[in-house]
């Protein structure tokens, strides 16, 4: 992604965020502080979905809406702000595709978080992300992302071998 991609990700999300509004400057902020967790999913040369993460401190995401200033040095968890993908776009693995680019680059984090929102749990359940409890306060923060709001984290999944007696 770059900053040129941004007017065509504006369109992306509102239409599939109509509720949840973010301006184009939270998005060129992102890129900016973090190139490496934003993605464009193209369909034909045209933008159709994206995918905006970030390291951010332990269970601390940020509100919606929010400029960061700085990816705060002492972050030790991988965040995925948004993965967005036009209805016309989605059922042919893009959002999987996209997924599988974020895990890589946030293997170095033993954990990755999100919020799920629209009742999407389940499609984030199929990538390894379960729901956690929150405080009160932390109910609070998650308000701003609309009352089905759910905190969800992911353990990072070691890559091993089998060993020899484990070989089918």
Known sequence: MTPGDIPGLMRVADEVHPGLPE??????????????????LVDDDALCGYAVSHPIRRNQPPPLDSLLGEIAPDADQYYIHDLAILPKARGDGRAAEGIAELFEVAKCYSTTCLISVYGTTSFWGRFGFVPVPVDEAF?????SYGDDAIFLLRQRV???TLGPAEQP
């Not at 939270?26 to 993605?39: K, T």
């Not at 109910?139 to 308000?143: G, R």
Request: glycine fraction near 4%; hydrophobic fraction near 40%; include cysteine.
């Open 23 to 40: 301006s184009a400057d939270v998005f060129a902020e992102r890129v900016r502080l973090f190139p490496s967790g934003c993605l464009v």
């Open 139 to 143: 109910s609070q923060k998650l308000s």
């Open 158 to 160: 070691e890559n091993t």
